[in-house]
């Protein structure tokens, strides 16, 4: 589930992540995305938000989300932030990126967080 508020963003985000085979839902509303996530909480593998955003901050839906599915691997992206910061992020167990986002980083850590949540787990995939 992607979330950014620049719709353009989330968008390509989504289209990214379908360009290494992954499937992407892109939401531009945050209180939309909660709501979206709440009705099929299993759907969704990961969480890539951005951090300023009306209604819910990026760090407020992931609290949000993780009160359904405690250990949903989450990213936050931001391009600036008085909130939240990598070490922050680290703290709440989010992966932290600063926009523009290294598009090879970020497609390098979602497979590590996707692997590692798929293990922790276990059975089918």
Known sequence: LVVDDELS????????LKSYGYRATSVADSAEALELFTQEPERFAMLITDQTMPH????????????????????????????????????MDILFF????DEQKLIMNIAELLKASRDNVGGEA
């Open 98 to 101: 600063e926009k523009p986002v």
């Open 9 to 16: 963003l989330g968008i390509f985000m989504a289209e990214l």
């Open 56 to 91: 819910l901050t990026g760090t407020e839906l992931i609290e949000a989300t993780r009160r359904l599915r405690p250990q949903l691997p989450a990213i936050l992206c931001t391009g600036y932030s008085d909130k939240v910061d990598a070490k922050g992020a680290a703290e």
